[in-house]
């Protein structure tokens, strides 16, 4: 009980508190994210006379039920549709974007000459920029419809799924102590792989069963439900050792594609807002005054940075891939300051025990004097652009000027871009079936032990029971086989039929073309099957017990061949349907 | 880090499974409360295999929250207005109920010799109905319209205010470990003018607050602000040594008076949902099998005195006041059973440390067994009264219509039922206002202690310094003492004319009317002062002080007569404008 009245009043603290400065930040027009901080600030241990808050504990637990309902707001709003939409730019500017703020941090972190491991985290919290900021920044501006700021949103979904795979990555070199490349991409892979898979089985699955639940019309079990698949994948994700905050995103961008998803946005909102409050706040916990008096050259030099790099390499992506020399700016200016990601990941850092204690305050000042300058800088793109191009020398701006107007000419048309999305669909198509096909196997060599142990009272042999594994494995993945077989020689009959031109092979040509495309998809088959080989090194039977399974395997491909196609394609259009209805719903509630 | 990933999994598993086990429930047309308890059984520690929670301090201290939200959402629902609408009949028959249940209850615990507080705590149990399950019962049989439905849910209102006195008074009986009335009187009317003064003040300045914060048009700033007021009340609440579901209550009702009613209750809805969730699941955890079946005769027993005594107490007392038999039985068969409340009852013996600990797993038993007959009950209430009415003798049932027809045709009008409505308007506001500087004069003598302090820099003397805050005291009541005098002048002028007919007086009956007028306020406020030293007798000032002080207050109250007139009409005003602008907008927002 008493216990209880600790926690109640650490709750009405840090609320009424969060609650009188947001007011007055909101009053001169300040992001009420920082109104959070501050009010951490005056609450935490650090400032006089004495910490308010009693259950530490309990807390920082209701702060992490913040990132997670944090992450799972960002994927519920996340769609694969919008970033098709600004595609390219997105991609190039985030990437430049990334690269550069990563190389950046790490150098600064060098320079100081502090520890390895203190540095790279420094890259990725200076790599990626706030999406909370900037939507209330842009909100506030009342330029929230124009193009620059589309691409800036197009940008920050990219950069939320490379911060994903970074937090990945950085556990992963945190644990093994080492930047080892081919175990990145191996660790990379393994993430795409997992994302994919649960991308796919979870959009066939999921939103049914919303649908189910949804007719019950009570907005109650609504909730419980979507709150038990959200901390029931986290559970999984964290289980095979990813963040929750991967986990989060991932459930709720599935979720996202439920009919109901503006009844769930309308539920989770208050949720999401209550828990990343008292996140915001205990970030501003962790601020010592000290720490930043201490810090203050590098912090300064942190801060000149980041609005510095990433106004130019944002402005310079967005360039390159072809928009005017204005609206790159403008995308540049807007994504200068880092946010909540950065907190996320110097959280990482301390939870993983591989920082100092110094860099989470250092990360916090930067991001608060960033937040504070981001409305300036949006406001000023313009008036610098115009300054920009009277500096610049007349040659200069004709030759930029030249490359825009080059690369808007090579947009591909006609007959070649209709091919080109033909083919990117086989591609696509092909990746993803191979994609749950690697799922299987790996799932079941990882779970080979407690499928063993359910076999032990009829099947003693280790032999004998990886067969059985490895089969069954292979019996679940011929649908997917017998799909991405029948794409592959599709894809090679259409590249055939344009390398090998008549002309050439005279009266063989139907010939070769023929032996060409039944060669072509039987070798990338025989690659698979290599592949699936290594992946399962752990369960591969032996020899002769591999041999007869694979003629078992092809013998029933063949047999059942027109069975799995239809049921391939069953599962193929439910997936479709899944993801045009959605749409449909998307567009009607917001027209 | 790790033990944010234990909560995690006891979340994941909470949800997951109290999702599943409703929708199952729902599917067969039961209780969604039911399945969250049953969901609770099937984790908690009791049933094999094990313990699938790891965090239990965590989960208790979320389920604290449940409790907090569920009162906080009846408070948002509470209102003196629909509780007026079916005035006599709710207290009448919750009174009946609350009375005869207590009794039953604590009888049935001494016949199975069970320990004094067990058996209070258990007719305390027994005595409140559950208000979310009969809300989900008649909304699933769709009666929830019908007459009898309202009269319930008045019954209910004043339940859940008399529920909130007993837990008071049951904490109070527990700390001190005795039943005294004195006390308990004391107690109860220390609270009552707790819950009148919160409730003026609250809905001075809340309603204005949220306004206030309403105008950015932010509903996360909404909620924060929201949720700060709801734990700071709670806190203050439970500061003073009130329980925490008290707070939570009062500051709902005071939060319902704002204008922004139905987005806060659409903000609130999904944090109630997830916590009361985790409530019920707890309290699923707690059920012990071992405990129910050694004590399945007092569940059994316990069982039919609910049902029995519920139906007969509260049919009893609709009939009493005035309702026919068929509407009577209908009340009293819906209102047959317990629920929430219990629990929170039996949660607050147990963390009292004053009852044992089968007394929860027997309340949980009994709970789940009337909310399954709950439906049954109130769809057979109609044949029953059929049959009740077949079986009657002819001339019983005579002098029972006979005595609803009578209670009928006693209803006041005219002028009489005029003249009641001033007078207890009158009354009503001397109560309040009195109630005002009594808390006045309490709060300053229990802060005496940090005044003195204030003042110690310049006046040593405690002598002084009592006199001060007395002083202080009188002059911040002014007001309302003012205006007090005023109303029983007028209330004794009004009786006078009545009392004293000119007939009888002759023709002196205005002198003796108005020297009757100008007495009657003038002993009230004499009567008023004596109850105030004695309150207030910790900081009473010496008798000399008190003289000049009483005398330079009736001085004071003279000259600035019509300024506090003015002062306390605007005060008036604005209270009746925040009462009566929520009228409006809760109509247009039914229309």
New interface residues.
């Given amino acids: 009980?008493h216990?209880?009245?600790d926690?109640?009043?650490d709750?009405?603290v840090i609320?009424?508190?969060?609650?009188?400065v947001?007011?007055i930040f909101?009053r001169f027009r300040q992001p009420?994210v920082l109104g959070y901080i501050v009010a951490g600030v005056i609450i935490g241990s650090y400032t006089p006379p004495f910490s308010l808050i009693h259950d530490e504990?309990?807390i920082?637990?209701l702060a992490?039920l913040g990132v997670?309902f944090l992450m799972f707001s960002l994927g519920l709003e996340f769609s694969l549709r919008k970033l098709a939409r600004v595609g390219v730019t997105a991609v190039v500017a985030a990437l430049t974007e990334i690269i550069l703020m990563l190389w950046i941090g790490f150098e600064i972190g060098r320079f100081f000459e502090w520890k390895l491991m203190d540095s790279l985290f420094l890259g990725a919290m200076l790599a990626i920029s706030s999406t909370t900021i900037i939507v209330k920044a842009l909100d506030e501006l009342g330029l929230k419809r124009e193009k620059f700021a589309q691409l800036i949103f197009g940008v920050l979904i990219v950069e939320d799924i490379l911060a994903i795979g970074m937090i990945a990555l950085l556990s992963g070199i945190a644990i093994t102590g080492s930047v080892d490349t081919s175990e990145a991409t191996f660790t990379l892979g393994k993430l795409l792989l997992f994302m994919v898979v649960s991308l796919v089985v979870g959009i066939l699955l999921v939103p049914r069963a919303i649908a189910?639940?949804a007719k019950?019309k009570?907005?109650?079990?609504l909730?419980?439900?979507v709150?038990?698949?959200?901390?029931?994948f986290?559970?999984l994700v964290?289980k095979l050792g990813y963040s929750?905050a991967l986990g989060a995103f991932l459930i709720g961008a599935i979720i996202a594609e439920a009919r109901q998803l503006h009844m769930i946005e309308?539920?989770?909102?208050?949720?999401r807002?209550?828990f990343s409050?008292i996140f915001f706040v205990t970030i501003g916990f962790l601020l010592d005054p000290n720490v930043i008096i201490s810090y203050l050259g590098p912090i300064a030099i942190i801060t000149v940075a980041v609005v510095i790099g990433k106004i130019v390499s944002c402005s310079v992506g967005s360039f390159l891939s072809g928009q005017d020399g204005r609206t790159s700016m403008r995308v540049g200016m807007g994504l200068s300051q880092i946010g909540e990601f950065s907190f996320i990941i110097a959280a990482l850092g301390l939870?993983?025990k591989v920082t100092s204690d110094f860099l989470y305050p250092v990360a916090v000042a930067v991001s608060v004097i960033t937040t504070l300058l981001t409305p300036y800088l949006i406001r000023g793109a313009d008036p610098f652009t115009q300054w920009l191009g009277r500096m610049m020398p007349g040659r200069v701006s004709y030759v930029l000027t030249q490359y825009t107007k080059w690369l808007q000419s090579i947009h591909l048309s006609g007959d070649s871009a209709a091919l080109m999305a033909v083919v990117r669909r086989i591609l696509l198509n092909v990746a993803v079936n191979l994609a749950i096909v690697v799922a299987i196997f790996l799932g079941g060599a990882f779970f080979f032990k407690q499928f063993a142990k359910l076999m032990s009272p009829w099947i003693l042999a280790v032999a004998a029971q990886s067969t059985v594994v490895w089969g069954g494995a292979l019996l679940l993945s011929l649908p997917f086989l017998v799909a991405v077989y029948r794409k592959l020689k599709s894809l090679s009959l259409l590249l055939v039929e344009l390398s090998v031109p008549s002309n050439l092979a005279g009266r063989y040509t139907l010939h070769v073309r023929r032996v060409v495309a039944e060669i072509l998809p039987i070798a990338a088959m025989v690659g698979v099957m290599l592949l699936l080989a290594v992946l399962s090194a752990s369960i591969l039977p032996s020899t002769e017990m591999l041999l007869l399974t694979g003629i078992a395997a092809v013998c029933l491909a063949v047999v059942l061949r027109s069975w799995f196609v239809k049921m391939h394609a069953k599962l193929q259009i439910a997936l479709k349907e899944t993801l045009e209805q959605q749409n449909d719903i998307q567009n009607g509630g917001h027209s």
Same sequence: chains 1, 2.
């Fill in positions: 009980m216990h209880a009245v926690f109640i009043q709750l009405a609320m009424l508190l969060a609650g009188i947001t007011v909101n009420v504990k309990t920082s637990i992490e997670v189910y639940v019950f009570s907005s109650e079990m909730l419980v439900t709150l038990g698949l959200c901390f029931g986290c559970l964290i929750v309308r539920l989770v909102a208050p949720l807002d209550m409050a939870s993983l």
